[in-house]
């Protein structure tokens, strides 16, 4: 029996548009060929172009997680729960995806690191602004670290803002209080500039909100939407540590910092500090 034959292939249908020379495609809208060239390798090593694609690729996602952020913070602002939680919940997908990107890099072995390092300066991932801003949007507010961008007028005036207004947190408070909870005005009304201190009237106001789920609905998913971000974020900072300590063990870090070891230091930092201890209140 004779088996007919097909073409191992997809013929191009007559709809399908081929003539851009008067019409945007799709590299014209994603200006792909100033993304797509902006890879320039200082070394002949193979494997530096996997670091570029992978930091590169990884300012990307912090630039959507931040704006996400920022529009959560809106929505919170006018009472809009719904795409509030939308939003949290794109962002928590977000440093799952930044955590998968530390898996592709892992790959690169310290050999071949080392024969490119040197070029690479005293550039650091901490001198990272979109990874600056989202911090400070979740609440770890330094002002100290704004001198490590005063080089760059524009975004050290964007960081500036963010760090002196309300972060996330802030405005949740705002909101709990809104909502008839007691919290202590000094957590209301306070320097945004400063790193959020946890406050036993805050713990209360998640306490009842737990505790009455059902009638505060809204907060308790509110709640359990940050322990998402918490979550995902930690996760995040633990594989970027462990990645760094695979590829250069302890040696110091390009842009002067410890290494590792200041790595590890933030892994004790946590942006919702009640809603971690309300877990041992309930």
């Not at 200006?31 to 670091?51: G, I, K, R, T, Y």
């Not at 609905?217 to 594989?239: G, S, V």
Request: charged residues 25%.
């Amino acid at each position: 029996m004779n088996c007919p034959f097909h073409k191992n292939q997809r013929e191009l249908e007559e709809g399908i548009h081929t003539d851009f020379k008067d019409d945007m495609s799709y590299g014209d809208y994603l200006c792909l060929d100033q993304v797509l060239s902006a890879q320039n390798p200082l070394s002949d090593q193979h494997d530096e172009m996997l670091f570029i694609v992978i930091h590169q690729s990884s300012e990307l996602w912090l630039k959507l997680a931040g704006h996400e952020l920022t529009e959560a913070i809106t929505n919170l602002r006018s009472g809009d729960f719904g795409h509030a939680f939308k939003v949290i919940s794109r962002v928590k997908h977000i440093f799952n995806q930044l955590t998968q990107s530390w898996h592709i890099l892992s790959t690169l072995t310290p050999v071949d690191y080392l024969k490119f390092r040197d070029a690479l300066g005293h550039s650091s991932g901490f001198q990272s602004h979109g990874y600056r801003k989202l911090e400070f949007l979740l609440g770890n507010k330094n002002k100290d670290l704004l001198k490590v961008h005063e080089a760059n007028e524009a975004v050290h005036k964007e960081l500036s803002a963010v760090c002196e207004a309300p972060s996330l947190y802030d405005e949740i408070l705002r909101l709990m209080a809104n909502n008839g909870f007691e919290i202590d005005k000094h957590c209301l009304q306070r320097d945004f500039t400063q790193p959020y201190v946890k406050n036993e009237s805050v713990l209360t106001a998640w306490l009842q909100i737990y505790q009455g789920a059902d009638k505060h609905f809204e907060l308790y998913e509110l709640a359990e939407k940050l322990m998402d971000i918490e979550d995902a974020f930690q996760n995040w900072r633990f594989k970027h540590m462990y990645t760094v300590q695979r590829v250069i063990g302890n040696k110091m870090g390009t842009g002067g910092s410890s290494g590792v070891e200041f790595l590890k230091k933030a892994l004790d930092i946590s942006f919702f500090p009640e809603l971690l201890d309300i877990r041992t209140r309930l």
